[in-house]
């Protein structure tokens, strides 16, 4: 790779053109940072880019991968570990696909956690009630975690982190995966056992057709009443309509979301001062027991530090090798 490899930079913000600038130093690459989402539109950006960097909300469907391998995009390299945005099936055999699939487990699942404390100790609603000297305890309060049933669904690297955590605080966990780890020391249950016995929830597994809508108006029937949902994984595993039925009913008790259906077009954006379309959403943001961050869980220094050196090392690997450990197959 005597001549710079030139990347394509598709929705780069602020802590992103910092984190890679840094990366970058010393190496073979030459980067261009839109600010602008790829899609059918935006495409046309990456003309004479060998390489197009993406991350969640990026659209890389059939359109978009025809027209970046007719510009002679060679690699779509993936700034995160899920990949549900990409149609890799059309991918394959046309252009290469590589991501990150761990820099920080811990980041997530912290953020999980502190989702979960800041709702049932309405840490939220006392923050803006001192900053206005009001010192009230009326509404303020909360339940211990210590004794309460956790389940957690999916457990991978950030499943395995929140169990530990959740561990920490005296909780007890069971837990449902699709391929169980073995000799973990996990208490395996079915789904439906989670359901019906998990006082919280947290959502930890990827994105699929199987576990789009995971939550659905009849899985929150099964559900205890008063139960917590944490979703830090993809909002589509959550029917958003569902769970504001489920909070306005009182069967369920708080939302802690980090990430949303129909993020793609909100999150990440400051829309302070825009009439807001999305209906469920605002509704959602409404709620008392309804907390949302805009799909900032991987958000901390260690994990942008390892998200930045994993994507060009995957890039270097591929351009110079024509495959990668981090390759994604269909
Ligand atoms: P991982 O691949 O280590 O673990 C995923 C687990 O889900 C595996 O144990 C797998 O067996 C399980 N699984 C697969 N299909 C399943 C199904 N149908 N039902 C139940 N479990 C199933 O992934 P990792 O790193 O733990 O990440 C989990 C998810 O977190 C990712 O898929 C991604 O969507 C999300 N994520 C969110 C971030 C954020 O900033 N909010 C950042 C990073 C990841």
Known sequence: MSEKTKIAFFDAKDYDTASFDEAAKGRNFKIKYFETKLDEDTVKLAKGYDVVCVFVND?????????????GVKLIALRCAGFNNVDVAHAANNIGVVRVPAYSPYAVAEHAMALLLTSIRRIHKAYIRTKDFNFSLNGLMGFDLHGKTVGVVGTGKIGRVFIDICRGFGMDVIAYDKFPAKDSGIEYV???????????????????????????KKSIKNMKKGVVLINTSRGALIDADALLEGIRSRH???ACLDVYEEEADVFFEDRSGHIFEDDTLARLISMPN??????????????????AHTTLDNIEEYLTTGKSKNEVTV
């Open 290 to 307: 309804v907390i949302v961050t805009s799909h900032q869980a991987f958000l901390t220094k260690e994990a942008l530090t390892n998200i």
């Open 59 to 71: 659209t890389v469907n059939e359109k978009v991968i025809n027209s970046l391998t007719k510009k």
């Open 190 to 216: 079915p789904i439906e056992e989670i359901w019906k016995r998990s006082d919280i929830i947290s959502f930890h597994c990827p994105l699929t057709e199987e576990t789009y809508h995971m939550v659905d």
């Open 252 to 254: 369920v008790g708080a």
